[in-house]
């Protein structure tokens, strides 16, 4: 098989392609020939350094990939061989064979590529934790969401305009036109526009009663702040912290500085009548039968359409820099994947 590795912290180039054995499934695992494998901002964050999660570099990233079943292992139903499926990977995603435990994999419905399916599991999962499971974002409400070109981006606005709610987006301004297309309400260009300002404008001062960030640092100052009464403000990551292509720690230190550790107090989250969450996909496969059922869930969706990934670009294997690259440029609308 092929995989690819983050040789060492650093640039895109540090990712290397590298042949290997053919993994056997192990008791309760499925072999899946892959198609398609997502890269995610967490595996930019690895490669830079910055991400506490990822085993040890050397190391292959990885959290989602779409293919065949070919073997499976002790205890497994042999009809999954040959069933297309798509699956959650604990790392070890970039790579065209991949072992995992039965309870992460997904039936692939026949409408559904292997590069949509590859799309799905971190993207959906994430977004409908935080609109959904601890957002709660209900009919009429107005939702606010941070880096709305990206893949997490377009999967909560789907959910959002599913449930009846108004998105308002951020997004770098050449992707304006296609994120409206796409449902986004209203859009800001938060790197030449104040985005509390606009948002609030757009709100007739009122203000939004959900914000998804993961930006961090300031950007969560500007976000509560902006929260109506009730208004409940999702931390999910914190890319402001990956201020260069080459790793180091100074964007971390900003990002911590700007970070509002006094603001959200019990006493003033009380008297605002405003909730602040957090949610890290990456620390619930604990509970993966819970994700099991929002997966069922977003399956609905699925077939009636409301959810579609749109997929930015596909890589090949050996373009793996050029895909964290285009990540890094702010380039991509939507999903960005590799392909064997
Ligand atoms: N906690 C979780 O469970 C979880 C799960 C999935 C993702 N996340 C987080 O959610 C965020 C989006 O993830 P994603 O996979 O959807 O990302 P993505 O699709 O790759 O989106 C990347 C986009 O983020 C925006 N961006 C904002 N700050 C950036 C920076 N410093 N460098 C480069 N791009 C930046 C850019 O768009 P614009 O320029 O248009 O803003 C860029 O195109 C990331 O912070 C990620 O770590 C968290």
Redesign the pocket.
């Known amino acids: 098989m092929r995989q690819i590795w983050i040789s060492k912290s650093g640039p895109p180039e540090v990712l290397v392609v590298k042949e290997a054995p053919d993994p056997k499934p192990a008791a309760g695992e499925i072999r899946i020939r892959v198609e398609a494998s997502g890269v995610?901002?967490?595996d930019v964050?690895g490669r830079l350094g910055l991400y506490p999660d990822l085993p040890r570099i050397p190391v292959v990233p990885g959290y989602e990939v779409a293919g065949r079943v070919d073997a499976v292992g002790g205890g497994v139903d042999a009809s999954w061989i040959g069933r297309d499926v798509f699956a959650s990977t604990r790392f070890g995603g970039y790579a065209d064979v991949v072992c995992v435990a039965e309870a992460q994999v997904f039936p692939r419905p026949s409408s559904m590529s292997a590069e949509q399916g590859a799309a799905i599991p971190?993207?959906y999962m994430?977004a409908w934790q935080l609109v959904v499971a601890m957002g709660g974002l209900k009919a009429g409400e107005t939702v606010l969401i941070h880096?709305a070109?990206?893949?997490?981006?377009i999967a909560a606005t789907q959910i959002a305009k599913h449930i009846g709610a108004k998105v308002i987006g951020?997004?770098?301004a050449g992707?304006h036109a296609e994120l409206s297309a796409l449902g986004v309400d209203h859009l800001i260009d938060?790197r030449t526009e104040d985005f509390e300002a606009r948002a609030r404008q757009i709100t007739g001062g009122r203000g939004v009663e959900l914000i998804l960030d993961?930006?961090g640092g300031d950007s969560l100052k500007k976000g509560y702040r902006l929260l109506a009464p009730t208004g409940r403000l999702g931390v999910?990551?914190?890319?402001?912290a990956?201020?260069n292509k080459s790793g180091g720690y100074l964007g971390t230190v900003s990002m911590l500085a700007n970070t509002p550790w006094v603001q959200f107090n019990p006493l003033s989250l009380m008297n605002a009548n405003k909730g602040v969450f957090g949610?890290?996909?990456?620390h619930m496969w604990g509970e993966f039968d819970r994700l099991r059922g929002w997966m069922d869930e977003l399956m609905r969706l699925w077939e009636s359409g409301a959810v579609k990934p749109k997929i930015a670009r596909v890589f090949k294997f050996d373009e793996a820099a050029a895909a964290h690259h285009f990540?890094?440029d702010?380039?991509?609308i939507g999903?960005?994947l590799l392909a064997p």
């Open positions: 995610n901002f967490a964050m971190v993207n994430t880096s070109g990206g893949g997490v981006g951020t997004a770098s992707k938060y993961a930006v999910f990551g914190a890319s402001s990956a201020t949610v890290n996909l990456g990540i890094q702010r380039k991509n999903k960005v």
